[in-house]
């Protein structure tokens, strides 16, 4: 089969099956599950691959709610996997669009399957759970879950203009803990050693840090515990702290320099610190090959694509782990208008509205057609490997 004829069957097969995702869709829209929970939505996304003769893991890596679903035909071509997010914000649902990444992953596998039945290759959909502050990705990752895998591809709902590519930054969360001896205020605060005084300490230091560091990168803080009474000296405090920068040896240094404010918190007020990391969220490396590939067909669809906006800000994603151990994408398809921002009810409607189906069919054809592009083309596949390479030895 030609790759027009392949791509043209994408397109044909996605539209007559259109009505039964957006169902699936729907119905995570409507049932949102946090992170690690996922189990409903898991079932959802699995149900269609399995019965389309994908074989379907539940539970790797150790995760009970991720999966790996795969279709192979024996040959010894490429892997190329779609990454599926649905897991929901705590209180907002679906406010960042989960329940479209997700079905519009699987989607571009099972419709990919079913237009390329004897593809050169091995197709994989892959179930990453809990990509709001849980790292899915990461666990992954590490437990060798994307070990083999050639290209990675995903998509993510935006406002505003369509856009293949956009950088995002390396992040770590940040435990704070001080321990002090508790005392009297009134009748003998001299006895005490106050906690609650070195972390307001080490605000303050890291508010003044904030003015020597690079523009984009970014510390964010907040207290978890106070102290227990307004007349005892507090013992025990702890803040929660989030650090990001562009790339991840100056993430690095940033979090010895918010270690070095809470020690001279610590020191000021003769109380103790401990420090307590969470996973490290790389910053991502976009593929530049596949990501105007993808642009290509998302272009063949009618849809306009946007450069991004060099001043606009960014967030940060476990995507950016994968990206680093393969060629991976993750381009933004609009589904509400410039301002809308992402986290908020308003967008958590947009995911669940007729517009935010549309973008989640047209991201799954462009997806689905992308690696398609990729498995007949293997000089395209060969740029991909070759671009990512070169970002690695740049140490991006």
């Given at each position: 089969m030609e790759?027009n ?5 994408i397109?044909?097969?996605?539209d ?7 169902a699936?869709s729907k ?6 599950e946090?992170g690690?929970q ?6 959802l996304l699995t149900?269609?691959?399995?019965e ?16 790996r679903?795969t279709?192979?035909?024996g040959?010894d071509?490429?892997t190329?996997?779609?990454l599926c997010e649905y ?7 679906h406010a960042?669009?989960h329940?479209?990444?997700g079905?519009?992953g699987?989607l571009a596998?099972w419709a990919?399957?079913q237009?390329?039945?004897?593809l ?6 892959i ?5 709001e502050?849980g ?7 590490e437990?060798?879950?994307f070990a083999g895998v050639d ?5 993510h709902?935006?406002s505003?203009?369509?856009i293949v590519?956009?950088g995002?930054?390396?992040a770590q ?7 002090g001896?508790?005392?009297?205020a009134?009748a003998?605060p001299?006895n ?6 070195a972390?307001?300490?080490t605000?303050v230091n890291?508010g003044l840090l904030?003015?020597q ?7 964010h803080?907040i ?5 227990e009474?307004?007349n005892?000296?507090?013992e025990?405090t702890?803040?929660?702290f ?7 040896p100056?993430l ?5 320099k918010v270690?070095?404010?809470?020690r001279?918190?610590?020191l000021?007020?003769g ?7 969470g ?12 990501a105007?590939t993808f642009?290509r067909h998302?272009?063949e669809l009618?849809l306009?694509v946007e450069?991004p ?5 960014v967030?940060?994603?476990d ?7 393969c060629p991976?994408i993750h ?6 208008p410039?301002g809308?921002p ?12 007729a517009?935010g189906?549309?973008?989640?069919l047209?991201?799954a054809?462009a997806?689905a ?14 740029a991909a490997r070759?671009?990512f ?8």
């Amino acid at each position: 089969m030609e790759i027009n004829e392949i791509n043209q069957r994408i397109n044909q097969i996605i539209d007559a099956n259109a009505e039964r995702f957006v169902a699936i869709s729907k119905e995570i829209w409507e049932n949102p599950e946090l992170g690690f929970q996922e189990y409903r939505a898991m079932r959802l996304l699995t149900d269609p691959l399995a019965e389309a003769g994908f074989e379907v893991e539940r539970g790797v890596a150790g995760l009970e709610t991720a999966f790996r679903a795969t279709w192979t035909r024996g040959s010894d071509g490429p892997t190329i996997a779609f990454l599926c997010e649905y897991d929901a914000l705590k209180g907002l649902g679906h406010a960042c669009g989960h329940n479209l990444i997700g079905t519009g992953g699987m989607l571009a596998g099972w419709a990919l399957r079913q237009a390329w039945p004897d593809l050169p290759g091995k197709v994989q959909v892959i179930g990453t759970p809990a990509e709001e502050g849980g790292g899915g990705k990461i666990i992954m990752v590490e437990r060798g879950v994307f070990a083999g895998v050639d290209a990675a591809l995903m998509f993510h709902p935006t406002s505003g203009a369509n856009i293949v590519h956009r950088g995002a930054l390396a992040a770590q969360d940040l435990w704070i803990t001080f321990r002090g001896r508790p005392a009297h205020a009134a009748a003998g605060p001299w006895n005490g050693l106050n906690a609650l005084d070195a972390l307001i300490q080490t605000f303050v230091n890291v508010g003044l840090l904030r003015q020597q560091l690079k523009p984009d990168a970014r510390i964010h803080g907040i207290i978890t515990k106070g102290g227990e009474a307004v007349n005892v000296i507090p013992e025990f405090t702890q803040a929660h702290f989030l650090v990001r920068a562009t790339e991840v040896p100056y993430l690095e240094e940033i979090k010895e320099k918010v270690r070095n404010c809470a020690r001279a918190g610590a020191l000021a007020t003769g109380t103790t610190v401990e420090f307590e990391e969470g996973l490290l969220y790389a910053n991502r490396i976009n593929n530049m090959v596949m990501a105007r590939t993808f642009q290509r067909h998302l272009e063949e669809l009618g849809l306009v694509v946007e450069e991004p906006d060099p001043k606009a800000g960014v967030g940060s994603s476990d995507i950016g782990n994968v990206s680093r151990v393969c060629p991976a994408i993750h381009p933004y398809v609009s589904i509400a208008p410039e301002g809308t921002p992402g986290h908020s009810a308003a967008f958590r409607e947009a995911a669940g509205s007729a517009a935010g189906y549309e973008a989640m069919l047209n991201a799954a054809k462009a997806l689905a057609m992308t690696a398609a592009d990729l498995f007949a083309q293997p000089g395209l596949l060969q740029a991909a490997r070759e671009e990512f390479q070169q970002a690695l030895a740049a140490g991006k």
